[in-house]
């Protein structure tokens, strides 16, 4: 049985339907009601295990193994912004690492990438079946084109990650994050440099640690942000909100985000080990993060959908 076979048969069928998309907070509003058709989503975000059998066939070469380009990285930043030292221009990706006192938590590591999460001295080994992080959204393109897959839309992710409660708020439900019994996987202690957590992993799990959704879908809050095909634009809801339905919406044409204006951002959603109600309740169904495509982080990973009929014993109008 063919890799590519195992990857299909790992999808769960999401039935499609209508919902309101958004909340009431932040770049969230407004809400807005959405409809989405039915699609096939991976039950869990793509492992390490799995994002390695696509580099051994492919050959493929990460965003974070290659020295980043000049040129691109100064189309990104205000005009007049001196451009990084030559010593920083070498392939690297970020690496979370806290320092008291100050607030950018991110050190961009020489030689981390989804091979070496954490920089050269660290490894897969032992945790294959941990999502794959260090993955930029054009890697999360490629290995999708591969696998015959795609990224989901934002509105394909949280319609799949609500599965039918109108009014959920947590992938778990209503009630809030339990640290004596945590639904799923983001931090546990004092936000950023206390970590309680009692599972024996201070990063990512093993996809399937804890319980899934009703639509039987892993990982949908924490452990690793998950890209999404749409493009970042702090005005798209409320544009999405005039229409009424908005039918199997694709995202906004343009990227605008007034924090960078001069930077092109995709959407993720999800969360990560690295939210904490305190700073980043990112696992909340509703909250999303934008970041540029050519970024990897060490709590960044993805996962795939695929548009195809459903089950044969499940009416497509269901």
């Not at 390695?52 to 070469?61: H, S």
């Not at 992938?171 to 202690?189: D, L, M, T, Y």
């Not at 924490?222 to 970042?232: F, I, K």
Request: hydrophobic share 35%; proline share 9%.
């Amino acid at each position: 049985m063919s890799l590519l076979f195992m990857l299909l048969l790992e999808m769960v069928w999401i039935p499609g339907g209508e919902f309101t998309m958004g909340s009431d907070r932040g770049d969230e509003r407004p809400a807005h009601q959405v409809k989405v058709d039915g699609f096939w989503m991976d039950e869990t975000p793509v492992t390490n295990r799995e994002f390695k059998a696509f580099v051994d066939a492919t050959g493929y070469v990460t965003t974070a193994e290659k020295a980043p380009n000049l040129e691109e990285i100064m189309s990104q930043v205000p005009p007049g912004t001196p451009p990084p030292p030559k010593e920083q221009l070498i392939p690297a990706s970020l690496v979370f690492q806290p320092i008291k006192g100050q607030r950018n938590w991110w050190e961009w590591r020489g030689g981390a990438n989804w091979k070496h999460p954490l920089g050269p001295n660290s490894s897969l080994a032992g945790i294959e079946d941990h999502p794959v992080v260090q993955i930029s959204w054009l890697d999360a393109v490629a290995y999708a084109e591969w696998a015959g897959k795609r990224l989901p839309t934002e509105a394909e992710w949280e319609f799949a990650a609500r599965a039918g409660r109108k009014e959920a708020i947590f992938v778990w439900g209503n009630e809030e994050f339990s640290e004596e019994k945590p639904q799923a996987n983001i931090w546990q202690g004092t936000f950023p440099y206390k970590s309680t957590k009692t599972n024996g992993y201070f990063g990512t799990t093993p996809v399937k640690t804890y319980a899934p959704n009703p639509y039987k879908l892993y990982d949908m809050a924490g452990n690793v942000w998950e890209w999404c095909s749409d493009l970042y634009n702090i005005s798209y809801y409320g544009e999405e909100a005039k229409k009424g339905v908005s039918i199997n919406p694709t995202g906004p044409l343009k990227s605008y985000d007034p924090e960078e204006p001069w930077a092109i951002k995709r959407v993720h959603r999800g969360g990560s080990f690295l939210c904490h109600g305190s700073y980043c309740a990112g696992y909340r169904i509703s909250a999303r993060m934008k970041t540029a495509p050519d970024t990897s982080l060490n709590h960044l990973g993805f996962r795939c959908v695929k548009t195809a009929p459903p089950p044969q014993n499940i009416a497509a109008n269901d």
